[in-house]
């Protein structure tokens, strides 16, 4: 009489799988072969595996965390070239032998486009008549000129 030995398949666990990590076979520590788990996590993940060891460095970069504020487009910036009366009177005989202003009787005629400034600011006190030419002026630089005796022009 025959016996037929029949076999059966054996499905195999996967070494991936047999040697995960158990306290008592494989790896030897649960910590080793988990990838990025053992470590807390990829990048800035997490606080660290013992509680605050991580979160000190990150308060201490606390402008890398997100996004904050806004940025204006350069193209709305404008930067005005800006100066004060006081600076102005200071320079009026350098202006002159510039050519940027000529004297005429006791009253200075000053083209400040020449010189690259755009607008003019009122801090200081002035006594010279000066009739200024300019892109802008400050309210109170207006005041000013005009209570010395002089004028403002805005040019267009």
């Known amino acids: 009489m025959r016996f037929s030995v029949i076999y059966m398949v054996v499905n195999k ?11 008592t076979y494989a790896w030897g520590s649960p910590k080793k072969h988990r990838g990025a788990g053992s470590r807390g996590g990829r990048g800035r993940a997490g606080s660290g595996k013992k509680g605050q060891q991580k979160m000190t460095a990150l308060h201490l970069k ?19 070239n800006t100066m004060n ?3 102005l009177e200071m320079a009026l005989e350098k202006y002159v032998n510039a050519g940027i202003a000529k004297k005429s009787g006791d009253i200075f005629d000053i083209n400040l486009d020449m010189a690259g400034i755009t607008k003019v600011l009122g ?6 008549k000066m009739n200024i030419t300019a892109k802008k002026f400050s309210a109170r630089a207006v005041e000013k000129i005009e209570a010395a005796g002089g004028k403002a022009t805005v040019k267009e």
């Not at 666990?13 to 306290?23: A, E, I, M, P």
């Open 13 to 23: 666990t996967k070494k991936v799988r047999k040697l995960r990590g158990s306290r």
């Open 62 to 80: 606390k402008d890398t965390i997100g996004k904050s504020g806004f940025t204006r487009p350069t193209k709305v910036i404008v930067n005005d």
């Open 85 to 87: 009366l006081s600076r």
């Open 123 to 128: 801090a200081g006190s002035i006594s010279t």
